[in-house]
Structures are given as structure tokens and as C-alpha cells.
């Protein structure tokens, strides 16, 4: 199946700091999409990029699929930013419907 | 609108017994997910429905099951739970290849 890495594993950062963190997938997709889960455990959707540049506030992202990466820019880090990012991916080429995740960065911002 | 509702939150129980996790969902969506997350390893698919009336294996679905009861609900059981199953559990729904969003999740352990 399909692969999914990101980087950095963790990252800590003063707040007011900028951040990027990079998801790398082995294969073309359909689907791909950024979740925060905050430090209670919740996942909330941040984007359904499968392409190209969508921002909203301090938070954009970016995917380029012909290289196979995506990019989840983070500027003026908050405090209530700290929690995990995952990227999730739905490769073209196999099964429909089903996401694969990555196994996350872990932020923390202090303030 | 409540979106994913899952229960319960909290369950423990001893190994060799059964239970049922509830998940329903009221944005009309036609696909449903049961995931589970373990430390260090993101999120893995269990099952996942992407449609009323049919179900799918998913990453790691072996010691579970699932019923796509209606559009709604959708319910994963152990039937006879093992100390390998302790995780947080997560129900998720979308419309077909488009953003997914989670319940609120489950914390099981087995004894």
C-alpha cells in the first residue's frame, strides 16, 4: 500500500515562531488531507488538499502531487497550536475510500 | 448539528469479553471508518462502509467486526476482547473521497 511519511517526528517552538512540516507519499493520490489533534484527543480537519495552495489564517498547506509531497505552513505559532499533525493520503491506484495516515509531528509551542 | 457521535467514551473490560462501539453520524454521509490509534503509530483503519449495506476490511481488522446498521450508524464489536486491543477508537464519516471527520473518540483497555 501506500506510504506516508512526516517530518519532523517533533518540534518545539517559542511562540510567534513560523513552522513548516512535510508529509512525503510513495504514490499518486486522490486524496490528501491535514488533521490536528489537540491535546484531548480530538481531530479536527485542517484541509482536503489533494493539490495545489489553500490557506486559512495563520495556517496554509501545500501539495505538490507530482513530486509527492505536501507542506503544512504554521505562522505565529500559538500556544493552542501544540498537539499532533497528521497528513492522510488516499493513493489513486488501489483501494477507494480508504485513508492512510501518517504517523504525525508532534508540536509543541511555548509560550 | 452533533456530527460524529461515538460511544461510550470510557470502557474497560477483562479479557475474553465482548462489546460493542456505536457511531452514528448525522451529515447524510455515505462512507464510514472505525480507526484505532496506539502510541507512535497514527491512525490504522479497522473497517471502513462505503456505502449502506456494504462493509470492507480495512489495515488491522482481525478480532473485530462491523454492522452498517443504516445510513447512520455504524458499529464495531470485539467479540471477545485481548489486552492487544487496548487503544483509542475513532469513528469517522465523509462523503465519497472528500474530507473526513472524526467522533470524538473511545478509550478502551482490556485487562
Known amino acids: 500500500g501506500i506510504q506516508v511519511e512526516q517530518s519532523p517526528p517533533d518540534l518545539i517552538l517559542q511562540e510567534g515562531a513560523n513552522s513548516t512540516l512535510r508529509c512525503n507519499f510513495s504514490?499518486?493520490?486522490?486524496?490528501l488531507q491535514w488533521f490536528h489533534q489537540n491535546p484531548w484527543g480530538q481531530l479536527i480537519n485542517l484541509f482536503y488538499?489533494?493539490?495545489g495552495t489553500k490557506q486559512n489564517g495563520r495556517l496554509s498547506a501545500t501539495t505538490v502531487a507530482t513530486e509527492r509531497y505536501s507542506l503544512l505552513y504554521i505562522s505565529s505559532s500559538q500556544t493552542t497550536d501544540s498537539g499532533v499533525y497528521f497528513c492522510a493520503v488516499e493513493g489513486s491506484g488501489g483501494s477507494n475510500y480508504k485513508l492512510t495516515f501518517g504517523k504525525g509531528t508532534l508540536l509543541t509551542v511555548n509560550p | 448539528n452533533a456530527g460524529v457521535t461515538q460511544t461510550p467514551k470510557f470502557q474497560v473490560l477483562k479479557t475474553g469479553q465482548s462489546m460493542t462501539l456505536q457511531c452514528a453520524q448525522d451529515m447524510n454521509h455515505n462512507s464510514m471508518y472505525w480507526y484505532r490509534q496506539d502510541p507512535g503509530m497514527g491512525l490504522r483503519l479497522i473497517y471502513y462502509s462505503a456505502s449502506e449495506g456494504t462493509t470492507d476490511k480495512g489495515e488491522v481488522p482481525n478480532g473485530y467486526n462491523v454492522s452498517r446498521l443504516n445510513k447512520r450508524e455504524f458499529s464495531l464489536r470485539l467479540e471477545s476482547a485481548a489486552p492487544s486491543q487496548t487503544s483509542v477508537y475513532f469513528c469517522?464519516?465523509?462523503?465519497?473521497?472528500?474530507?473526513?471527520?472524526f467522533g470524538e473518540g473511545s478509550w478502551l483497555t482490556v485487562v
Open positions: 469517522a464519516s465523509s462523503e465519497t473521497g472528500n474530507t473526513i471527520y
Open positions: 504514490d499518486s493520490v486522490n486524496n
Open positions: 488538499i489533494p493539490s
